[in-house]
């Protein structure tokens, strides 16, 4: 069973970085697509950003040109590289999986695997 654990959370100032993290356990083979999902109170889940299986990147609009995802197949690790964070950045961010070769799934509900989450606070 795939197991997904976050981490590197924290509060900032606006402007400020954050590295998230995501590991992964209990994958059963190397196709895959991994995807960063936020939730700020009181709103819906939001689609962040993924990275395929072939390692294509994609991003929301709102975050293009801020923030990085990375991949570490070797250490099964997925990471958010996020610079020039802004208060709307706010929200307790996810990590989810889902095996496939297609492109990448921007639906929350087309993930069968999640992380707890880690909350990221920016303040101004």
């Known amino acids: 069973q795939v197991q997904l654990v976050e981490s590197g959370g924290g509060s900032v100032q606006a402007g400020g970085s954050l590295r998230l993290s995501c590991a992964a356990s209990?994958?059963?083979?190397?196709?895959?697509?991994m995807t960063w999902f936020r939730q700020a109170a009181g709103k819906q889940r939001e689609w962040v950003s993924s990275?395929?299986?072939?390692?294509?990147?994609i991003y929301a609009n709102s975050v293009k040109g801020r923030f990085t995802i990375s991949r570490d197949g070797a250490k099964n690790t997925l990471y958010l590289q996020m610079n020039s964070l802004k208060p709307e950045d706010t929200a307790m961010y996810y990590c989810?999986?889902?095996?496939?070769?297609?492109?990448?799934?921007?639906?929350?509900?087309?993930?069968?695997?999640w992380g707890p989450g880690t909350q990221v606070t920016v303040s101004s």
């Open positions: 209990g994958i059963g083979n190397s196709n895959y697509c």
């Open positions: 989810a999986l889902r095996y496939g070769s297609r492109n990448y799934w921007s639906s929350a509900g087309d993930y069968p695997f």
């Open positions: 990275i395929t299986s072939g390692y294509t990147t």
